[in-house]
C-alpha cells in the first residue's frame, strides 16, 4: 500500500456536504464562545468576591463544568433538561426543547468555566501598583476596569486563551451526540453510505485542521498588534500566567513558566 | 419517585462498575503508551538534522489541530484496512476493537503534546549541565538517563499533570466507536431508568474526583521532588495552588 | 518600632490655612506599627521634605494621606475633608490630591501622552483634543515633549518618572505628594526640578 488510500472523486464529491458541516461546526463555535465568555465575567466576579457565599458558588460551577467530560455535559442537559416536563411549557423550552440549544448551553458551561479561571488569572496578574496609581488619580473603580485592568489582562490572558479557543473548537466534535450534524457528522455519514474509512474522515480533519489554524493565526496577529503597539518585549514582559487552568497547547511555555499550568 | 427495584440498581451499579474499570483501564494504558512515546519523540528529534525537526513539527501541527474524535474514528474505521496494507495477510487476522483503536489513537494525539512538553523542558535545562556531563565524561546513556531526562522531568511535570487531566476527560470520546465505557453505561442506565440527572452527575462526579485525587498525588510527588533540590531557583510547588 | 516624629506640634482645630493635618495617625501591619501616633500640619502654598530611613513609613504615611492606606487610628484631613472610612470620601480627597509613586507605575498599555491624558478625560470628562493639549503642557513642562509617543517600556528611570510627575500635575491638584521624587533622576534633573517644584503653585 502505497500512502493512504483517498478516493479523490468522493473528496470532491463530498466536499459541499462537508463545507455545510464545517459551517455548522463554525456557528456552534461562535455562538458557544460569545455566550460563555459573557457568562464568565460575572462568574469570575462572583468567584473573586469577598462574599463567602457567592465565591463558593463560582468555585463549584467551575469545578464541575471544567471537571466533567464535554460528552457527559451533552448527554446531561439533552437528557436531563430535555426531558423535564415542567420545563415544556416554560420560557426556557426555548433552550431545551432543541438539539441546538442544549447543545450551546452545555459547551457554553464548559467554556465559561475555563474562561472564569483564565480571567481571574490575567486580573490578578494586574499588578497593583498600577491600579493604585489609577486609584490615586482619582479614577473610579468602574473606569479602572474598564480602561486598566481589562486592557492590561488581554494582554496577559490572551496566550492562555488562545489555546482554550483552539482545544474547545476541537472539543465540539462530539455534538453530533445530540444529533447536531456538524462536520464531523457529515464525515461520518458519509462513511457510513460509502464505507470509505479514510476520505471522508481525513478530509474533514484537514478543514478542522484549517480552521484551527486560521483561529490561531488570527490570535497570534492579535496579540503582536497588542504587542507591537502598545508594550515593549524587552522591558516589560508580559507575565506568564501561573495557576491559570488551559486545555490543549500551553506546553511550549512549559520550561519558562516552571510553575503548574493546570 | 424512584421506581426501581434493589435488584435493578444493583444491576446498573454493577455495570456502571464494569464501565469505570474499562475507562480506567483505557486512560491508564494510554496514557502510559503516550509517555513512552512522547519520550522518544523527544529524544529522537532533539538536536537533530532540518528534516527530522520538519517532520516533527508536521506530526504535532496535526494531531494538535485535529479533534481527537476524529483521529479515533479514522483508527477504528480505518484501522482494519492499514493492517491489511501493512501486514498482508497477516495483519487480517488482527481485529480492530474500540478499545485498541482508543488506545493507538489517544495515545497518537498525546504522545504529541508530551513530546512537546518534554523538548520544552529539555530545551531549557541549563547549559551547563550537559557541559558539566561531558567535562566528566558520562557515557551518552548516563548523561541522558540519569542527568538530562530527570531534571527534565521535573521541570515538565506539572505539563504532565494537565496533560492528563485532559486527556481524561477525552476517553469518553471513545464510547462513540462503541465502546462500553463509564459513559456509555451511565448513558443506558440514564435512558432505561429515566434518571439522566443521578447517572450522568454520578459520572462527572466520578471523572472530577478520580482527577482531584490524581493531582494531590501529583502535587506531593512534585514536593517529594523537590526536597533538597534547587535552592536558588524557585521550585514549582510554590506557585502550585 | 520606627515613626516620624520631626513635624511640629500639629494644631487640633484645622485652620482654613492648613492644606493637610494629621493627628495621631495610627497603621499597622499585623503587630507591626509602621506609623506610630503621627501629627502634622502642613499649610497652603507650603512645601515640606520627610527623610527617614528605609523602612520608616515614609511611604506609608503618603499613602495614607491619599486613602490608598486605611489608616488604624488618628484623624486625617485634607483639604478641609476628613478621610474616613466612607468611600465617597477618599474619592472626594483624591481628586484634589495627585501623588508620584516611588516606583512610578505608569501604565504600561497606553504611551507618555495617553498616560497623562486618561485621568482628565475619565474624571473631568474632558475631550480627547483638550486632554491632549493639557497633557502636552505638561509633558514639555519635564522637557519630555520628544517622547511623548513613548511607550514606558522604552522610556529611562528618569524619564519615566518625569511622566508620573506630569501625569499627576494633569489632574492640577491642589496638593501634589512625591514618594522620592528624585530617586531615578540625574543631579542636574533633580536640581532642575526642585526649581521647578518651587514655581508650582501648592506643594507638599
Ligand atoms: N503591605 C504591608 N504589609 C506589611 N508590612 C508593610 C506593608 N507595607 C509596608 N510595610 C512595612 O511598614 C514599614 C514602612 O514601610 P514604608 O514603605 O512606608 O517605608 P519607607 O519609609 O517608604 O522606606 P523606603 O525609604 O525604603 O521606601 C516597613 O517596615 C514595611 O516593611
Ligand atoms: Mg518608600
Redesign the pocket.
Known sequence: MTGLPIDLTLARDSLPALLVGLRTTVFVVALSLLFGLALAFPICFARMSKLRFPALMAETFVVFFRGAPVLILLYLVYYGFGQIDALRNGPLWILFGSAWGCAIVALSLNHAAYMTEILRGSLLAVPRGIVEASEALGVSQRNIFLHVKMPLAIRYGLKAYQNEVVSFIKGTAVVSVVTITDLAAVANGIFEETYDPFTPILCAAALYWAFVNLVRIGFDLWGRWLDRHKMDRERAPVPVLQNVPTRGRLLRQIGRVRGRVL | MTHLSLAEINGYLRQLGEGALITLELFLTSFALAFVMGVFIALATLSRGRIVTAAWRIYASIFMGVPSLLVIFLVYYGGSAMLIGLFGAWGRSIDVSPFGAGVAALSIVYAAYIAELVRGAIDNLPKGQFEAARALALPRGVLWGKVILPQAMRLALPGLVNVWSFMLKETPLVSLAGLQDLVASAKIAAGATKEPFIFFIATALLFIAFSGLTLKLAMRLEKRLDRGQNRDEAPASEVAA | M?ALTSMPPAPLAVPADVAIALTGVEKR??T?R?LAGIDLAVGRGERIVIC??????????I?CINGLERHDGGRIVVNGIELTSEDGTVQDVRQEVGMVF?HFNLFPHLNALENCMLAPRLNRGLSRAQAETLAMKHLERVHLADHVRKYPGRLSGGQQQRVAIARALCMEPRILLF??PTSALDPEWSTRCSASWRNWRRAV
Not at chain 3, 527617614?52 to 504615611?61: F, I, M, N, Q
Request: aromatic share 6%; no cysteine.
Open positions: 520606627s501591619y499585623g507591626h509602621a527617614g530611613p528605609s523602612g520608616s513609613g515614609k511611604s506609608t504615611l499613602r516611588q514618594d522620592e
